[in-house]
C-alpha cells in the first residue's frame, strides 16, 4: 500500500531536532518513522528551506514507487503478460487502476506493445549450425557473395495477406464494404513459385505447376539455372545456394550438381535469416496484394510482374550487407535476428 505524507508537524520536529545537531538515528528511533523518511525530510529542506508540500507539475500517482518497479518488472520478465493480467497483480496489493495508467507507465520506461514476431522454432542443434555458418564465413570477401546465387521456393495465395491496413471511416461504418478487406476461405488458392538472384538483380520466376518433387525440381534447374546464371554473368565458378529441403539433397539431384560441376554451399538447415532472398519474398508479397489480383492467372503474372521491377541496386544492397547479416547471427548465438 502507498504510504500516507507524515504532517508538518512531524517535519518541523525532524528538522528542529537536525538543527540541534541531532544524528539521523537518533531523530529516527525518537519519532518512530524509517530513517529514509527522516533523510528525504532534511533533504528536502536544506533545497527548499521548508517542510511545506511544494506545488507539484500534476495529480500525484495513484501507484506508489514500489508497485511501478513491480510493474515494469514483471512486463520486462514475461513480455507477454497482458494489460488485464498486471492490471489484476496490482489490484491484488490494494492499487486498483485503469489500464491505460498501466500502459503510461510502461511506455515511460520505453516498454511498448507491439505484434510478436513469427519466427521458425530454433532447437539447439540448429542454432549452433547457424552460429558456425556465420563464424565460419565472417570472414569472406565481398567478391565472394556477389558469386552466389541464391534461391528458394515460395508459396503465394491469391488472399492470402493479414498485414493489417488502416482505414478512416466514421462510427458505426466499421462494416461497409470500402471499409473491408473480403476473405475467402484457404486464401481463395495459391501458388508455387521458384526464384533465384545474385547481387547483379533477379532471374526470371517459374511457377511450379503441381506438386513438387525431386524430379521436377531437377527439371526447373536443368532449364533455367545455367541461363539464369549466364543472365547474370556469374561466370563458370559461381556458388549455388539452397535450403535443405529433402528434395534438395536427394541424392539424384546433388549427382546432378556435380555432373555440372556447380559448387553448392553449404547451408544450415531452419536458417532464413541467412537467406537474403526472404526480404525479396516478403516486398514481393506486399507488392502483389497491392495490384489486387482476382484470380491465379492474374496472381501469377503480377507476381512475374513484380519480380522482374525489383532493382539490381535491391539486390545489390542486399548482398553488400551481407556481413552485417552474420554478424547479427553471431551476436545472438545463431538464434533469430531481425533479418
Known sequence: MKNKEHTRQVRDTVVKKFKARFGYKKIFQALNIPRSTVQAIILKWNEYQTTANIPRPGRPSKLSAHTRRR???????????????????????GDSVHRTTI???????????RVARRKPFLKDIHKKCCLKFATSHLGDTPNMWKKVLWSD?????????????YVWRKSNTAHHPEHTIPTVKRGGGSIMVWACFSSAGTGKMVKIDGKMDGAKYRTILEENLMEYAKDLRLGRRFVFQQDNDPKHKAKSTMEWFKNKHIQVLEWPSQSPDLNPIENLWKELKTAVHKCSPSNLTELELFCKEEWEKISVSRCAKLIETYPKRLTAVIAAKGGATKY
Do not use: C, W
Not at 514483471?74 to 491484488?92: H, N, V, W
Open 153 to 165: 521456393e515460395t508459396k503465394i495465395e491469391l488472399f492470402g495477406n493479414n498485414a493489417k491496413r
Open 71 to 93: 510493474l515494469i518488472r514483471d512486463a520486462a520478465k514475461r513480455p507477454m503478460i497482458t494489460l488485464d493480467e498486471l492490471q489484476r497483480s496490482t489490484a491484488e496489493v
Open 103 to 113: 500502459s503510461r507507465i510502461l511506455h515511460k520506461s520505453g516498454l511498448y506493445g
